[in-house]
């Protein structure tokens, strides 16, 4: 799914191609997306957009004289399993656009469009960050690592380190493959107990006498877990692509996939923790491993990732973990795997659309439980 990268290339996507462009109208939201109404409508106006961890927050601004006078509006989206934008004509929206924002006349109009195929994804036209997410670990990196650091007392950390990695209320923005390849760089067993592999770090303080260059060169040689989970973020958006470069389809993923050292890579072992979602490693797992769990091996002809490894990172309580639950014993039906970014073909949106009624029903969330 999107984690923290992501986003943050949406953000830059929606950021670059809007820019110039002057939006008009109302927004359209389609007839099967469960989400709220956008109630905003005005003659001309900008498109902007932020991202913090795995939230993305598009504001719509008024331009000067707009009518009917109004204050930006901010919508705060989570992608779910399978959200991105695309800019497209607005005779030829893509399917599963579920949200649209068309340009104004007279130049030839096109539409933003918040497209999602399985429809995980959700937006909020309250425009405030979902309460009791941490902070981003690639905008706001110290409070990040202070934030973990003042905590280790909470029982999030008396769980394996792969399960608290994917926690949003301290480790903001990192999902299944970023935990996987955070974890196999510093080569600490995915089980292992969290506050055992954190609360070392609070002992690691840089030498008053060293320059603040030979301290970044430090950290850059030898950085530790919280340092990676700023790092590796970093490294995936100068990658680029993920839906958002220049090429599409498969081509847009091919860095991606060079990229990757440990996730879904063949001859990496995988587990899975007490949520179900599959961790991938090297080595022993460690102590916590889940008893009569035995590690599978991936062989070099597997060359695609299960449905597993696109499922939702880490819900944040026990009623959002049971609704997890349902909805991955009861999947959408007419839908096919698929790579991360790509568009299902046009005659399987007809099918799916048919049985989107019978779909998961638990698509209400409490605005005071960030999960993902």
């Known amino acids: 799914m999107p984690e923290g990268p992501e986003l943050h290339l949406a953000s830059c996507f929606v950021n670059e191609t809007c820019k110039g462009l002057v939006f008009g109208g109302s927004v359209e939201k389609s007839s099967v997306s469960r989400n709220p109404e956008v109630p905003f409508e005005s003659s001309a106006y900008y ?3 932020l991202a913090r961890g795995k939230e993305l927050r598009l504001t719509l601004s008024p331009l000067p004289g707009a009518q009917p006078p109004q204050k930006p509006l901010s919508l705060v989206f989570r992608f779910g399993m399978s959200g991105s934008f695309q800019l497209a004509p607005a005779d030829a929206l893509p399917p599963h656009a579920h949200l649209r924002f068309y340009t104004a006349p007279p130049a030839p109009r096109l539409a933003l469009c918040f497209v999602d195929i399985r429809r995980f994804g959700h937006w909020d036209p309250g425009g405030e960050w979902q309460p009791g997410r941490g902070p981003c670990v690639l905008l706001e990196y110290e409070r990040f690592r202070d934030n973990v650091l003042r905590n280790l007392s909470d029982k999030a950390f008396d769980r394996p380190i792969c399960e608290t990695l994917l926690d949003q209320r301290f480790f903001n923005g990192i999902g299944n493959y970023l935990r996987a390849e955070i974890l196999y760089r510093l080569k600490i067993p995915p089980f292992e107990k969290a506050r055992t592999v954190l609360e070392a770090l609070k002992q690691c303080r840089p ?11 430090a950290k850059l040689q030898n950085p530790d877990l919280l340092e990676l989970c700023h790092l ?6 100068q990658l680029g692509g993920k839906g958002y470069g220049p090429e599409h389809g498969q081509e847009d993923f091919a860095a991606f996939r060079a990229w990757l050292r440990c996730y879904g890579m063949p001859g990496m072992s995988s587990l899975r923790d007490r949520h179900g979602r599959t961790i991938w490693f090297q080595g022993d797992p ?8 035995r590690p599978r091996k991936k062989k070099p002809q597997e060359t695609q990732l299960g449905a597993e490894d696109r499922k939702e990172d880490l819900p944040l309580s026990s009623q959002s973990i049971s609704r997890t639950r349902r909805a991955r014993k009861h999947p959408p039906k007419g839908v096919t795997q698929q790579s991360e970014g ?3 073909q046009r005659n399987q949106e007809a099918r799916t659309a048919k049985k989107g009624k019978r779909r998961r029903t638990g698509n209400h969330r409490s605005p005071q439980t960030p999960r993902e």
């Open 47 to 49: 498109i902007s957009a």
């Open 286 to 293: 460690g102590p916590l491993a889940p008893k009569g769990g």
């Open 207 to 217: 030498s008053p006498e060293l320059t603040l260059s030979k301290k970044i060169k």
């Open 342 to 344: 790509t568009s299902l």
């Open 232 to 237: 590796v973020p970093k490294e995936v958006i």
